[in-house]
């Protein structure tokens, strides 16, 4: 009975559709939902129900990649119920997750600098973390200290066998950044993310205050001017 009380509640309306392909990730869709009707699947966004889609479309002007357009389908009708029940319950997971634990800091997704859209809203006044991989695992109270009131970049020069300086440059140029703060590790290798931070402020051309924080292999910070 259940199952055919559903069936008869589907109905042909407006509803999303996000394209996979185009999804890079960022999650400003799911922030911009309203109605919890979309969440982070193995890193893309997706509708989780098709009755908490009010069809309005708030998601759509905050995708960068214009991943999600309306399409006219079979799908369960709006349920508003449903979904600020499923808005409370979230709300009160979170407090219960917040009694228990440090809150996550993170500002912006995705975080890795070769994933990351040149141009997005969190950059307009932002103070920019671009943090060494290692850093953030070296660094016990890394969330607080570091990435909190900023957009964070994270990379590893030596790993992705790549300059980030073309990229970061873009970023710079194409953005209002107010300043920039990086955190290495104080091996060699975390040299290449200095250097490329350095050529990329160079580069775009703007006079912005930046910093290096060092941080040693035992977790301490080594130089601290932030």
Same mark, same amino acid.
């Given at each position: 009975? #259940? ?19 185009? &999804?890079?990730? &960022?999650?400003?869709?799911? @922030? #911009?939902?309203? @109605? ?34 309306? =399409? @006219? ?15 409370? *319950? *979230? ?11 440090p809150e996550s800091e993170i500002q912006n997704w995705p975080l890795q600098i070769k994933l990351v859209p040149i141009r997005a809203p969190y950059f307009d006044g932002a103070n920019l973390l671009i943090a060494a991989d290692c ?22 020069? *030596? ?6 300086? @073309? ?19 104080? =091996? ?17 051309? *703007? ?20």
């Amino acid at each position: 009975m #259940a199952a055919l009380a559903a069936m008869e509640a589907k109905m042909i309306r407006k509803i999303i559709q996000i394209d996979q392909d185009k &999804c890079n990730g &960022c999650g400003l869709c799911v @922030e #911009a939902c309203h @109605e919890g009707a979309i969440g982070m699947v193995n890193g893309k966004a997706q509708l989780l129900r098709d009755d908490y889609c009010d069809g309005l479309g708030d998601c759509l002007p905050a995708c960068p990649t214009e991943a999600i357009t309306f =399409v @006219e389908r079979e799908a369960a009708e709006y349920d508003k119920a449903a979904s600020e029940a499923n808005i409370k *319950k *979230k709300k009160q997971s979170t407090h219960k997750e917040s009694d228990c634990k440090p809150e996550s800091e993170i500002q912006n997704w995705p975080l890795q600098i070769k994933l990351v859209p040149i141009r997005a809203p969190y950059f307009d006044g932002a103070n920019l973390l671009i943090a060494a991989d290692c850093s953030a695992f070296a660094y016990g109270d890394f969330h607080n200290r570091f990435m909190k009131n900023r957009i964070t970049l994270i990379g590893c020069p *030596k790993l992705d066998q790549s300059d980030y300086s @073309e990229k970061l440059t873009e970023i710079i140029k194409e953005n209002d950044i107010n300043s920039v703060t990086v955190t290495r590790m104080g =091996v060699p290798c975390c040299g290449g993310i200095v250097h490329a931070v350095k050529i990329a402020l160079q580069s775009s051309g *703007k006079m912005i205050p930046w910093q290096v924080v060092t941080i040693t292999t035992d977790g301490e910070l080594q130089a601290d001017n932030t």
